[in-house]
Structures are given as structure tokens and as C-alpha cells.
């Protein structure tokens, strides 16, 4: 690289709670965030789920023009965009590019459903990184690697399907669909009207890059086969990567990553995840919140402290994290089982952590059997990963060491690596996540916990097998 080049790089991190982005320099380091909350959903009937107004590009908006605002470099050395957005979004356009309607969210039914072409003011139909792609750059061009699902994508060529039979079915014509391009490819540059939104010198390139899960593994630093990421979101999954799309698979799925023609393996995980450890916390309320003031410490921090001193298992205390009931067993209830004396608040916490860490090592490790590979090192992104006690309790799961992700960021720091590929700054992937992805600190398992694990999962995975029968009978009292 040479050093005559621009120095900076923008990654848009558009997640499902919120936006952010960040400026950082050509060795991955973080120079000036900003962040906006995303609102509510509004969920205006059953099975609706979308977001209000044009929440997402106000938000970005609002998230670039503080990133650049606390900016102490010269823009003139920004040297391009890489813009990551939610997947599974369904954005419906008008002629102009504005919406023709709310933006679907990953939980709208309709999402994953045939497209209904009922709207008359109805000219596009994407993905919300093609609507956003839009306002930034006045093109209709989109990331091929943001089009899973009912989309009529070839996953082997990543272009459109040539049947015009199969872009019927799912409820679209030709003409609807946005142009396409492979991440690390530039999707236009910034328009004055984005300019003037984002804080961003128009002109500056926007480069695609892919999924949101797909962005963030490649901020991680995830690039063979034999590691396993676990991201620690509102959704929780295990993910490995690899050059060839698997078809006929049971126990995972195939979705597309950062570099080009390249896959990401996806196991199940766990929907309302690290939510979850958020409701908690929540619910403990002042007392709790009290006690972690009074010995200076957050509430995590403080709730991380106290269940390090629980011993691994819980005392037998069992968490089934079923928050949110899959859609095949719309029935399931969330479960905390096998109470006794020795129980306190911070069992019960330490007990959803191993319970999000305990049902991931048990998806990622069918996923692997299938795959046929076996992990050396755990990855361990997002929130979570910034509890010590987070990270012990996976890498005594996995029982093999669990690396923290360093960035804070890693789908902005994944979209920035897709940015500095694009504009030619690094010569390939393999060259920019060398160079701007530092590894984080490594926790090793202990081997009589990790036996204690294997000894208490082989338990735990027949719970629900006991509490579906009782659940069905409750959601016809209760719903």
C-alpha cells in the first residue's frame, strides 16, 4: 500500500437496532463513530413488521454527520464508502427511488413470501442496501450478496436467473429488479443531495459489500474453514465460511459472504438472544442497578462479577432461551428449570450466558459434521463478547480457545475492508484483512469445565422433548 494514498475509510453498519458509522484509517483503527437508535417497529396488523417512515436513512444520517463531526483528519483523504445494511429487508420503490411504502423489516412475514405487486406507485422492488444504495449514490445497483431468499438469484453465478418462469413465481418482473454488483465493487459515488444528508463529500466512492452476518465475519477476520465466528446479536448463530455453495443440507444454511463467490455457513441459533440477557438485566431493576453504582461498576459489569463466583452449570439451573418461539412451534415458552436453595439472581444470569453458548455449540457442531471439518478457534463477536465471563463460559462450551473480536464494529470495520479492496488500496481480501483486522485476546478452555459441559448438554438438549407437551396445552389458554 502505498503510504501517498487516502487514508480513510467509512463503514455504514445499518443493524437491526440501530445505525453506525465509522471513520478508520488504513490500518483498521477506529478514528470517530457516531450512532443512532433505530424507532420502533410499527406492526400495524399480525405478521406486519416494518420500519416507520424512512427510519433507516434518517438514521444514517444522523450516524455519519456525528461520525464526521468528531472527525479530526482532512475529509479530502476519505477515500471511499463501504456501505453494510440489515438483510432480509424488502424495500418497494418509486420511480424517483423514494419508498413507495415502509420498509419491510427480517420479521415481516411478507419477507419471506412471493413478492405481491399490488402497489401502483410500485417501480423497484430491493433489499434495504439497494434503497440505501439509491440515496447515497442516485443508482439502482445492489450487492449481489444481500439476495437471499425469495429473490431470483443463481447462488452459483450470483447474477440474476435467466428463467423469466422462476422471476414469475416469486412475483416479480425483470424490471423491478436493481442492477447488481460483487461486494468490493463500486456502486456509484456520493450525490450532493447524500452529501448534504450525511455529513459525507459528495463524490466520494460507495462501495458494496454484503449481508450484514456476512460483513461483520469478515470484520472478524474470518477466512477459513476451520474457525467458527459466534455472533452475539439479537439473533445468535455460529457461522463458517468456504468457496462452495452446499446444497441439500439439514442443519445449516447457505448465505453469501464478503468475498466474492465465496459462502457463509450459517448454523440455527437463537432468536431474541442477547435480548434476552438484556430483559434480565432490566428486569432486576434499582436494586441491581444500585448495587453496581455503589461499586462503580456498569450493570453488566457488576451481573458479569457476581455470576464469574456461580460455578459452571449453575448449580443445575437450566435456561431454554425460547424468548421467541420459532415459527414451526409457534407454542414454545422461554424456560428457567431446576430451582433450588442454592439459587440466586446471578445464577439465573450466568445461566441464560451458558445457555446462549450451550445451544450455539450444539448447532455449530452439526453444522460441522455435515460440512465434515472440525474448529480449531472460536471467534466470539458483537456486545456480549466484551464480558470476560461471556468469553470463558464459550471457550469452556466449544472446549477450544474463543478469540474476542477486536473491533467494536466489525460490520464497519467489514465494510471498510470491502471499501479499501474496491479502490484498489489492498490488492485482494486476503491483503486488507491482514492489515486491518487485529486480532483480539484469546481465552483458553478449561478442560474440567468443558468436560462438565459436555456432560450437562447431553441434558439439556432433551428439555424441550419434556416441555412442549406442556406448552401446547398452555397456548391454547394463554396464546
Known amino acids: 500500500m502505498s503510504s501517498a494514498r487516502p487514508r480513510y475509510f467509512i463503514g455504514i453498519d445499518n443493524g437491526s437496532q440501530s445505525s453506525k458509522v465509522t471513520v478508520f484509517d488504513a490500518h483498521g483503527r477506529a478514528v470517530s463513530e457516531g450512532r443512532a437508535a433505530l424507532r420502533p417497529y410499527d406492526t400495524p396488523r399480525p405478521g406486519v413488521?416494518?420500519?416507520?417512515?424512512?427510519?433507516?436513512?434518517?438514521?444514517?444520517?444522523?450516524?455519519?454527520?456525528?461520525?464526521?463531526?468528531?472527525?479530526?483528519?482532512?475529509?479530502?483523504?476519505?477515500?471511499?464508502?463501504?456501505?453494510?445494511?440489515?438483510?432480509?429487508?424488502?424495500?418497494?420503490?418509486?420511480?424517483?427511488?423514494?419508498?413507495?411504502?415502509?420498509?419491510?423489516?427480517?420479521?415481516?412475514?411478507?419477507?419471506?413470501?412471493?413478492?405481491?405487486?399490488?402497489?401502483?406507485?410500485?417501480?423497484?422492488v430491493t433489499t434495504s442496501?439497494?434503497?440505501?444504495?439509491?440515496?447515497?449514490?442516485?443508482?439502482?445497483?445492489?450487492?449481489?450478496a444481500n439476495y437471499a431468499g425469495m429473490w431470483p438469484l443463481d447462488p452459483d453465478t450470483w447474477r440474476w436467473t435467466t428463467d423469466d418462469a422462476e422471476i414469475a413465481k416469486l412475483g416479480m418482473r425483470r424490471e423491478l429488479l436493481f442492477d447488481l454488483v460483487l461486494p468490493g465493487d463500486i456502486l456509484g459515488e456520493v450525490t450532493d443531495a447524500a452529501a448534504r444528508h450525511?455529513?459525507?463529500?459528495?463524490?466520494?466512492?460507495?462501495?458494496?459489500?454484503?449481508?450484514d452476518k456476512a460483513v461483520e465475519a469478515l470484520g472478524c477476520g474470518l477466512r477459513t474453514p476451520d474457525t467458527l465466528l459466534v455472533s452475539l446479536g439479537t439473533y445468535v448463530a455460529g457461522m463458517a465460511t468456504g468457496p462452495r455453495n452446499v446444497t441439500d443440507v439439514?442443519?445449516?444454511?447457505?448465505?453469501?459472504?464478503?468475498?466474492?463467490?465465496?459462502?457463509?455457513?450459517?448454523?440455527?441459533?437463537?432468536?431474541?438472544?442477547?435480548?434476552?440477557?438484556?430483559?434480565y438485566r432490566d428486569l432486576l431493576g434499582e436494586e441491581v442497578t444500585a448495587a453496581a453504582r455503589a461499586a462503580?461498576?456498569?450493570?453488566?459489569?457488576?451481573?458479569?462479577?457476581?455470576?464469574?463466583?456461580?460455578?459452571?452449570?449453575?448449580?443445575?439451573?437450566?435456561?431454554?432461551?425460547?424468548?421467541?418461539?420459532?415459527g414451526d412451534a409457534p407454542f414454545r415458552k422461554g424456560t428457567i428449570l431446576g430451582f433450588d436453595g442454592r439459587?440466586?439472581?446471578?445464577?439465573?444470569?450466568?445461566?441464560?450466558?451458558?445457555?446462549?453458548?450451550?445451544t450455539?455449540?450444539?448447532?455449530?457442531?452439526?453444522?460441522?459434521?455435515?460440512?465434515?471439518?472440525?474448529?480449531?478457534?472460536?471467534?466470539?463477536?458483537?456486545?456480549?463478547?466484551?464480558?470476560?465471563?461471556?468469553?470463558?463460559?464459550?471457550?469452556?462450551?466449544?472446549?477450544?480457545?474463543?478469540?474476542?473480536?477486536?473491533?467494536?464494529?466489525?460490520?464497519?470495520?467489514?465494510?471498510?475492508?470491502?471499501?479499501?479492496?474496491?479502490?484498489?488500496?489492498?490488492?485482494?481480501?486476503?491483503?486488507?484483512?491482514?492489515q486491518m483486522v487485529r486480532p483480539g485476546e484469546v481465552f483458553l478452555p478449561n478442560r474440567d469445565n468443558h468436560d462438565l459441559y459436555r456432560r450437562f448438554e447431553a441434558v439439556y438438549r432433551d428439555v424441550r422433548d419434556h416441555t412442549d407437551a406442556l406448552y401446547r396445552r398452555t397456548y391454547d389458554i394463554f396464546g
Open 49 to 124: 413488521v416494518e420500519h416507520p417512515d424512512d427510519d433507516l436513512w434518517t438514521s444514517i444520517g444522523v450516524a455519519s454527520r456525528a461520525a464526521l463531526a468528531a472527525f479530526d483528519g482532512d475529509p479530502a483523504e476519505i477515500a471511499g464508502v463501504g456501505l453494510c445494511t440489515i438483510r432480509f429487508c424488502r424495500a418497494v420503490l418509486k420511480a424517483d427511488g423514494t419508498l413507495a411504502q415502509p420498509v419491510m423489516s427480517w420479521m415481516d412475514e411478507r419477507v419471506g413470501l412471493p413478492y405481491s405487486d399490488t402497489n401502483p406507485e410500485a417501480v423497484r
Open 129 to 144: 442496501s439497494g434503497y440505501v444504495s439509491h440515496r447515497m449514490t442516485g443508482n439502482f445497483r445492489d450487492t449481489a
Open 250 to 279: 439439514t442443519d445449516f444454511w447457505v448465505n453469501y459472504a464478503s468475498v466474492p463467490r465465496s459462502y457463509l455457513y450459517e448454523s440455527g441459533g437463537v432468536r431474541r438472544g442477547m435480548w434476552t440477557v438484556s430483559w
Open 296 to 326: 462503580g461498576l456498569s450493570v453488566e459489569d457488576h451481573l458479569n462479577e457476581e455470576a464469574a463466583k456461580v460455578p459452571p452449570g449453575a448449580d443445575g439451573l437450566m435456561t431454554v432461551l425460547d424468548w421467541l418461539a420459532p
Open 343 to 358: 439459587h440466586s439472581r446471578f445464577h439465573i444470569y450466568r445461566s441464560i450466558l451458558e445457555a446462549l453458548a450451550m
Open 198 to 211: 450525511t455529513g459525507i463529500p459528495a463524490g466520494v466512492p460507495v462501495v458494496a459489500t454484503a449481508n
Open 360 to 434: 450455539v455449540h450444539d448447532t455449530t457442531a452439526r453444522m460441522a459434521e455435515e460440512l465434515g471439518t472440525a474448529y480449531r478457534e472460536v471467534i466470539v463477536s458483537g456486545g456480549g463478547s466484551r464480558s470476560d465471563l461471556m468469553m470463558q463460559i464459550h471457550a469452556d462450551v466449544h472446549g477450544i480457545p474463543a478469540r474476542r473480536a477486536e473491533a467494536s464494529s466489525a460490520a464497519g470495520l467489514g465494510a471498510a475492508i470491502c471499501a479499501a479492496v474496491g479502490l484498489g488500496v489492498y490488492a485482494d481480501f486476503e491483503e486488507a484483512v491482514t
